[in-house]
């Protein structure tokens, strides 16, 4: 179970604790209607309201088992202090849990965690996001036990990541700048002398650099636009030269594919299909969860749907990935939780999509005559809140009861 690494007491393969952190796990996150939901063919029907969950919804590995071993480690070490280096995931409702049962949590900086206030004695816990190696080196030096609950979808970014970095390229990185995931992958590059990285948000930032790559950029244009998204020292000029292409594991699949193809064709007209061969690499590092949840919605939205609603925290990037994909094709709210919906008014409070802040918006379900409802949530999102908000959605047209 666990391991010592150079003066730390290291966890990453569970504490030997899941049995006895079970019942409680279940209690505080498992949902009766999403059972009956899945029992009923992912449908439920009353009067004249429709509920159409996706097949791949909350809940993925990674989370579970983040969630699982913070719990683990809580039983494991009741009187030590466990402290979390940031969020175990973006769900408001599973850090508040956490939270109560007296975990520590320790918020980042632009310059990533102050771990001064860390004793040799405490515990900390490492996200399913994972942290730096700067962040993980300093918990190394301060020999304190540390609980990895690193998502493996994420560890297999690294390992691409640290390999452009041994082989000379420059990882250019699908994600946001800011995300912890993504600021732990980019440190990867770290591991090799001359590391490089780049970060792109979208395919607005990547067709930006593939006009430089081209030949159409502005060097000090450049290099102002992306200050905060690439190492210290990024010469676009010689660093855009071998390209590897790596992503968020939450961002939106279809756009990080279209990416690579994007940079790859960049490379080939610049250069030459030669150098593009032996300068260019591209892999799809998307999670198989957030695949698999991504490919339901759009199942789901191939059938008639009169609004879709997608449940997970506001800074979930997966939950707005789904969010975004829905959009494109039905009237989409982002909501945080049940709560978001007003039975008495009608209303629904929720995150615009691509916002920054939350909204009130009014009358989302009301009117006469059969409605059918789309559900999806994100990979964060515990079963328990997805049916909370089930029961609110029927509420809102006055149905308590549902066989």
Known sequence: MASTENGITYFRKGLGLKAEVQETLA????????????????????????????????????VERAVDYAYQT??????????????????????????????????????????????????????????????????????????????GSVLNVW?????????????????????????????????????RYLV?????????????????????????????????????????????????????????????????KSMEKAYGAEHRAEHFRTFDTICSATQDRQDAVRELLDEPLDVMIVIGGYNSSNTMSLAALCAERVTTYHIEDAHCLDVATGGIRHLPIGGKEEVQGDSWLIGEGPVRVGLTAGASTPNNKIGDAVARIFATRGIEEIE
């Open 74 to 151: 809580r039983r494991k070490f009741p009187d030590r202090r466990v402290i979390l280096a940031g969020e175990i995931i973006h769900n408001p409702h599973v850090n508040a849990k956490l939270k109560e049962m007296g975990v520590i949590f320790l918020e980042p900086d632009s310059a990533g965690f102050d771990f001064s206030m860390v004793q040799p004695d405490d515990v900390v816990i490492l996200p399913a996001f994972g942290v730096t190696i700067e962040d993980f080196e300093a918990l190394r030096a301060l020999g304190c036990v540390v609980v990895d609950t690193t998502c």
């Open 159 to 195: 390992k691409r990541v640290e390999s452009y970095a041994r082989d000379s390229f420059t990882a250019l990185i699908h994600g946001k700048y800011y995300h912890e995931e993504t600021r732990a992958t980019a440190s990867q590059v770290g591991k090799y002398p001359g590391g």
């Open 27 to 62: 209690s505080d996150y498992s949902g009766h209607l999403v059972d009956l939901l899945r029992a009923r063919d992912f449908t439920l029907t009353a009067d004249d309201v429709t509920v159409r969950l996706a097949r791949e919804f909350g809940f993925c590995y990674g």
């Open 200 to 264: 792109v948000r979208n395919m607005e930032e990547a067709r930006y650099v593939c006009d430089y790559i081209e030949g159409r950029g502005d060097r000090e244009e450049f290099l102002k636009r992306f200050a905060h998204a690439a190492n210290p020292g990024f010469d676009p000029d010689v660093d855009l030269s071998r390209v590897g292409v790596a992503n968020q594991t939450t961002m939106l699949a279809r756009e990080s594919l279209a990416i690579g193809a994007e940079v790859g």
